[in-house]
């Protein structure tokens, strides 16, 4: 038992914390067994001192919560609280994030969702029941994904079959013993990789590296023990009174093994007893390069290897030694395979060791390091280094993974989950001249176009969702002073044509990277501008959708209209910024769904279909407008004339004119006071016209003839409803200003 806890209103009800979670209610004299549904491994507990029967236990899985006293418990679903230990982003636009966690299997899940929700942990797969350690998707077939469990326990999951394959290059039971007896020792975070030339290729580490050419059905030995052997430190873990050997206590072991991409003769290993060895012919040779690195005390373990994409013998290397009581972070760099090195740890916080080292595929002075308080990144090739902060927390960072496609930094913290740092461009672009240019607008990464599709049921507050990238084309920016007002972005189609506008203020969060000023002075109602003119770094969206119609104001929100128009189809479009004078554009390229199969022919069809629906939209929305304008106009006029002589006869012509208002008003709108109220108020051409667009959302496909014959029953309402509220205008509001002239008061304005 590693821990006991006692309920504060009564001695005798005891809790035993250890792999399982036990109660007693005599004082400790019998004891049984609870808690059966949640994880094992348990290692914190609260008891509610007010004797509520409220219990809160940390455990290996994470947060179980009792109500009555530990009879039964609820995992508490919606904490991050993930400790991986790698994480890997396979290819495409909308890709696998797959890592393994502590005592939690490998997993896999979505980087991006359609769910606008976002992530929901249900769209996360476990796959094999272990300490997770890797998962990495095959990158010739998304179905196979390479994964481990603890101690070298290699697995592929083929998730078309629902099948896990063990391919251990040798399979053996350890459990209870030392390392001193095994043949070859495996660490408990053992070494995996896929060759970057060919994804049937695998490497695994125990104390040699093993190769597999056919996806791990058979292996082949291609290595000497490549670590230190040391004997003295490879017997059973414990003492006399009790042992414990899992397996973590394994040592003189391999911990990564990196292939070059460039040369796949080229293989990088790293120890778990401070040393790192290369081979530059496939495995045939081995050279021990850890001998000369400056200033790097022995034993340490190497965590992570960096290979250069296009030169094979530059690389990076974390070592971390807090293990011997040293949390120096200790990062270097080799350019001519491990014969000379030197320090890249530059300004790190020198008691904060470090897991993981990567360099910026793009820009080759950019790095970026995981040590134990967080992600640091360098653009001097790791002269100096900064906290990136930007929300991430202060956990510690194990792994790094970059995906190439969206062209972001997906990240694995030890204690929070995976986080994701979506179009790298501004920071892999930054430079001593951006920093100081008036105005810097990055290039944009490509936008994906896509339908939005909501695919969980309402989960109540507890469910837990990731947050998705923004939808649309993101663009970031960077100004290096504030100006007053904000800025104005447009944005044309290849044709030159403005398709949507952002201008002024609206109701929403600023859409900011550099944490804004404290002493910012506030927008009036809670409006912050689309286009800030603040200094610092920001980023902002468009929605891919065609500039919204005018909005019914003054009706309830559901009634009010879409903010968007219609979703334009994919092609090449221009963003212009302008921002106190200075502009700056960048060409990008909208690209549709890969799992589309509709034509642009068809998309481009339902793009103006729906926009013309919303231009009659936009015509009955004016007349709305004007019509509620024109009540507000009476009532202050009735008001005016209160008291007057002339007072009854003016109320008489503003009773008339309102009966007429609200005639033409029903013309055009329902005017249904609340969403239920459309159960028994039929719907007028307003809200029929907001069904139309809803009808023509969510699909590529060419706009099917039914629809089309509904628009063009709509489109003859919409034109009999207008006729009659210009009918309105041009005899009851011009008879009533003509009346109510004739007693020296001034009419209404109606509008044309």
């Keep these: 038992m590693t821990h006991i806890a006692v309920d504060p209103k009564n001695p005798n009800h005891l809790f035993a914390l250890s792999m399982r979670l036990l109660t007693s209610s005599d004082g400790g004299r019998t004891w049984k067994r609870i808690a059966r549904s949640i994880h094992v491994d348990n290692h914190a507990i609260w008891i509610d001192p007010t004797g509520s029967g409220r219990i809160i236990e940390g455990n290996d899985g994470g947060v179980a919560l009792s109500l009555d006293n530990g009879r039964h418990w609820a995992f508490v679903h919606n904490i ?52 997770g350690i890797y998962g990495m998707t095959a990158v010739d077939d998304p179905n196979l994904i390479y994964n481990e469990g603890q101690n070298g326990a290699y697995f592929v999951y083929n998730r078309s079959e629902e099948q896990l394959h063990d391919i251990e290059p040798f399979p053996r039971d350890d459990n209870g013993r030392g390392a001193d007896g095994a043949r070859y020792r495996f660490a408990w975070e053992a070494a995996f990789a896929v060759s970057p030339s060919n994804p049937k290729v695998l490497y695994a580490g125990g104390n040699v590296v093993f190769r597999s050419n056919n996806r791990g059905r058979t292996w082949k030995v291609i290595s000497p023990d490549l670590t230190r052997n040391d004997k003295a430190k490879q017997g059973p873990s414990g003492g006399p009174v009790i042992q414990d050997n899992s397996g973590a206590e394994y040592y003189d072991a391999i911990l990564t093994i990196t292939p070059a991409a460039s040369d796949p003769r080229v293989i990088w290993v790293g120890t778990d007893d401070g040393l790192v060895q290369v081979t530059r012919d496939g495995g045939k040779h081995w050279s021990n390069v850890s001998g000369d690195i400056p200033h790097l005390p022995a034993w340490g373990r ?5 290979v250069s994409p296009t030169d094979p013998g530059s690389a990076l290397i974390a070592v971390d030694r807090h293990f011997s009581g040293d949390f120096h972070p200790y990062l270097y760099r080799t350019r001519d395979y491990g014969a000379h090195w ?64 969206t062209n972001s930094l997906v990240v694995a913290t030890h204690g ?47 469910a837990f969702f990731g947050q998705n990238p923004h939808y649309g084309a993101s663009f970031s920016y960077y100004l290096a002073r504030s100006v007053s007002q904000p800025g104005e972005l447009i944005i044309t189609n290849a044709a030159g044509k403005v398709v949507r506008t952002y201008k002024g203020l609206h109701k929403g969060k600023p859409a900011a990277m550099t944490p804004q000023p404290a002493a910012a002075p506030a927008a009036a109602k809670g409006e912050v501008p689309w286009v800030s003119g603040e200094a610092g770094l920001h980023r902002i969206y468009w929605d891919l959708a065609a500039q919204g119609p005018v909005r019914w104001r003054s009706a309830p929100r559901f009634n009010r209209g879409p903010r968007s128009g219609a979703l334009l189809p994919p092609g090449t479009y221009t963003a212009t910024l302008t921002i106190g004078g200075a502009s700056a554009s960048q060409r990008f390229t909208v690209v549709n769904d890969p799992a589309s199969h509709g034509t642009l022919a068809g998309m481009t069809e339902r793009y103006h279909v729906t926009e013309a629906v919303l231009h009659e939209v936009s015509q009955i929305d004016v007349a709305l407008n004007r019509l509620h304008s024109l009540a507000a106009q009476l009532k202050a006029l009735k008001a005016a004339v209160r008291g007057l002589p002339e007072q009854s006869s003016v109320d008489a012509a503003i009773a008339r004119l309102a009966r007429a208002r609200h005639a033409a008003l029903l013309r055009l709108t329902s005017d249904a006071g609340s969403s ?37 029953r709509y489109d003859a309402e919409y034109r009999s409803a207008l006729a009659a509220y210009h009918e309105f205008l041009s005899t009851a509001v011009s008879a009533f200003n003509q009346t109510v002239s004739g007693y020296g008061v001034s009419g209404v304005v109606g509008g044309t």
Excluded at 108 to 124: E, F, L, M, V
Excluded at 367 to 378: D, F, H, K, T
Excluded at 428 to 452: C, G, I
Excluded at 684 to 704: F, T, Y
């Design 80 to 131: 991050a609280l993930g400790q991986l230990y790698h994480v890997s982003a396979s290819g495409g636009l909308f890709y696998q994030v797959c890592g393994g966690l502590q005592d939690n299997n490998s997993w896999c899940g979505p980087g991006a969702s359609k769910d606008p929700s976002g992530i929901s942990s249900r769209a996360w797969y476990g796959f094999n029941g272990d300490d």
């Design 676 to 712: 239920e109220s459309t159960l028994w108020v039929p719907d007028g051409i307003h809200e029929k016209l907001l069904a139309l667009d809803q009808l023509l959302w969510g699909s590529d496909e060419p706009v099917d003839a039914a629809t089309l014959h509904e628009k063009a």
């Design 302 to 306: 190497v965590e992570s290897i960096d």
């Design 416 to 462: 929070r989950g995976v986080w994701i740092l979506d179009d790298l461009t501004p920071f892999q672009q930054w430079s001593a001249r951006v920093a100081h240019a008036e105005l810097t607008l990055f290039k944009p990464e490509d936008a994906v176009r896509y339908w939005p599709f909501q695919q969980t049921e309402s989960m109540g507050d507890g």
């Design 342 to 405: 030197s320090s890249i740890s530059g300004n790190l916080p020198q008691d904060v060791y470090a897991h993981v080292v990567r360099r910026d595929p793009h820009n080759s002075d950019l790095y970026y390091a995981g040590l134990e308080n967080g992600l640091y990144v360098s653009w001097d090739a790791g002269r100096k280094w900064y906290k990136f902060g930007l929300g991430l927390p202060d956990a510690a960072v194990y792994d790094l993974a970059l995906q190439a496609r």
